[in-house]
């Protein structure tokens, strides 16, 4: 999943730099996207322009912490999400690493526009890697799914019948403690 996210990410910066840079806007659904290319100094919605240094060293930590998680994993569903994540996050962290202006201080090339009328941040596949996969994790915890493929539950494991039946007197026992013996005195 990171490789499909990161090979159409860094496929579609290709072509819209090649193609698109220095052009007008592209309209492909009027009043619903449109394609512009921009550089993108700071993080999602161009919040902290002139810290690129500092996401590229977040963007770096995020990608090795997915790493060594994926060791632990044994669940479809977070593979799927951390695939998002990890795509996504490399994607974005090439640019800032190989893009202009400088080496590790790279602008991210954004250019999808949705309802531009509303003045929606322009993005790139890359950023919805991202927050595809943020929401999904978080639907995936907030449903007890496990990365290690249990699923936690709310609700306790019912206690297993032993097939004995209940005789006059004799209490239930808990999980965990031994059945007393009934005594006659």
Known sequence: ???????????????????????????????ALVLTVIRNAGA??????GMT????????????AIVRTARK?????????LGLLLGGAVGNLT????????PFQGHVVDFIQVFPVTRFPVF???????VCGGVLAVFLAWRGYQ???????DTPEPVEDRGRSHTEGEADTQAGEPARERTDG
């Open 1 to 31: 999943m990171a490789a499909v996210v990161y090979v159409l990410d860094q496929v579609s910066k290709f072509l819209v730099v090649e193609f698109l840079e220095h052009e007008e806007p592209l309209t492909v659904v009027p009043g």
């Open 44 to 49: 999602a919605f161009s919040i902290g322009t």
């Open 53 to 64: 240094i500092v996401f590229t060293v977040i963007a770096l930590a995020v990608v090795v």
């Open 73 to 81: 994993l044994h669940s479809l569903p977070w593979a799927i999400t």
């Open 95 to 102: 640019d800032r690493i190989f893009r202009w202006p400088a």
């Open 124 to 130: 790139n596949l890359a950023d919805s890697g991202i």
């Open 147 to 153: 990365i290690d493929g249990t699923r936690q539950t």
